[in-house]
């Protein structure tokens, strides 16, 4: 129990530094630990390699580096890349309208 307290106290600032306290932390005791399987997993086939992609990532991301998502938007050959100054991991939880607008742009694309 005291390990999942920890995890959770260091939720906010790891996962959503700039989402609301409250909301965070009610992210933090909903947030399921994530399966071995997701990390050993094999993938299979590429998806970018044969459809299009658009990325949006936060440049204040703890989890995946800025410059990682930047890489991978780079090599799939994204047709649009937004980065949110400042978001963090969750940018769909902290900036829901320019995830929403990237989405429209995307799926009127098609």
């Given at each position: 129990?005291?390990?999942?307290?920890?995890?959770?106290?260091?939720?906010?600032?790891?996962?959503?530094?700039?989402?609301?306290?409250?909301?965070?932390?009610?992210?933090?005791?909903?947030?399921?630990?994530?399966?071995?399987?997701?990390?050993?997993?094999?993938?299979?086939?590429?998806?970018?390699?044969?459809?299009?992609?658009?990325?949006?990532?936060?440049?204040?991301d703890r989890n995946i580096p800025p410059?990682?998502?930047?890489?991978?938007?780079?090599?799939?050959?994204?047709?649009?890349?937004?980065?949110?100054?400042?978001?963090?991991?969750?940018?769909?939880?902290?900036?829901?309208?320019?995830?929403?607008?990237?989405?429209?742009?995307?799926?009127?694309?098609?």
């Amino acid at each position: 129990m005291r390990r999942t307290l920890t995890r959770q106290a260091t939720f906010p600032a790891q996962f959503a530094a700039d989402v609301p306290a409250a909301q965070a932390a009610l992210m933090a005791a909903t947030q399921r630990p994530i399966a071995q399987a997701a990390l050993s997993e094999k993938s299979g086939d590429a998806t970018w390699k044969t459809m299009p992609s658009w990325f949006i990532y936060g440049d204040a991301d703890r989890n995946i580096p800025p410059q990682a998502i930047a890489f991978t938007a780079k090599r799939a050959d994204a047709k649009d890349v937004v980065v949110v100054k400042g978001a963090s991991h969750v940018v769909m939880v902290s900036h829901p309208a320019a995830v929403a607008k990237l989405n429209e742009k995307a799926a009127s694309a098609q």
